[in-house]
């Protein structure tokens, strides 16, 4: 069984749509996370969410939403997509200090 | 908030030879440390990490990690590589009272050649 995993794994969408990227955990960890990774393999975290319970929302657009319907879920919807959305984003989860365990990514492209 | 520099984009070694990837960090407070490794196309996976206890960490795939307070370091060596070991290496970094903020470094590409 997949630990962390990402649907789908691979998005071609035009601009201006609106896409969603889920994420399933069945580690039983209490966080989950959203990293994005630019073209220079650069991870920047995008959100972090608790128990359901958001703690952190790092400075990315408000077209940017998580949504966590359980403790097991985080999805990331997009809304109004831009070039400069392509990307590839990590879901991970984690239960404190053991590390994150990373999902194998969603490759976003934004034609 | 804490942070990490790679000081390495690339490393290209030749294969059997010992690598040193290098990782600072920087924190106003007591901090968990961690190499994860990137495949081409695929996510990270967790290689080590630092907790507490011993500043000599090991990995899977014979990785090792030292862990130096007084210089804020927490680099990566592996003694013989080997040609799957070409990958990319991200150090990372969460403070003691907040795990649930893991930042990256930019990341190191290690490029082992035959």
């Known amino acids: 069984d997949t630990a962390v995993s990402q649907t789908p794994k691979y998005l071609v969408t035009q601009m201006g749509n609106d896409k969603s990227i889920k994420c399933e955990q069945n580690?039983?960890?209490?966080?989950m996370y959203w990293y994005k990774q630019d073209s220079k393999k650069f991870l920047k975290i995008m959100f972090s969410?608790?128990?359901?319970?958001?703690?952190i929302n790092e400075t990315v657009p408000n077209r940017f939403s998580p949504k966590s319907p359980d403790k097991a879920h985080l999805n990331l919807h997009i809304n109004s997509l831009e070039l400069g959305d392509s990307a590839v984003y990590f879901c991970?989860?984690?239960?404190?200090?053991?590390?994150?365990?990373f999902g194998s990514g969603t490759r976003l492209t934004v034609v | 908030a804490q942070s990490v520099t790679q000081l390495d984009s690339q490393v290209p070694v030749f294969e059997e030879a010992p690598v040193e990837l290098r990782c600072n960090y920087s924190?106003?407070?007591?901090?968990?440390l961690f190499w994860y490794v990137q495949y081409p196309n695929q996510g990270l996976q967790l290689l080590l990490k630092?907790?507490?206890?011993?500043?000599l960490v090991k990995g899977i795939n014979g990785f090792e990690a030292e862990f130096n307070k007084s210089q804020t370091s927490f680099h990566l060596r592996k003694p013989s590589v080997h040609i799957s070991d070409t990958a990319e290496y991200f150090c990372?970094?969460?403070?003691?009272?907040?795990?649930?903020?893991?930042?990256f470094g930019a990341g190191t590409r290690l490029t082992v050649k035959p």
């Open positions: 991970a989860s984690s239960q404190t200090a053991y590390g994150y365990t």
């Open positions: 580690l039983g960890h209490d966080t």
């Open positions: 969410y608790n128990n359901k319970e958001l703690i």
């Open positions: 924190s106003s407070v007591s901090v968990y």
């Open positions: 630092y907790l507490s206890g011993s500043t």
């Open positions: 990372a970094v969460s403070d003691l009272r907040n795990n649930n903020d893991m930042r």
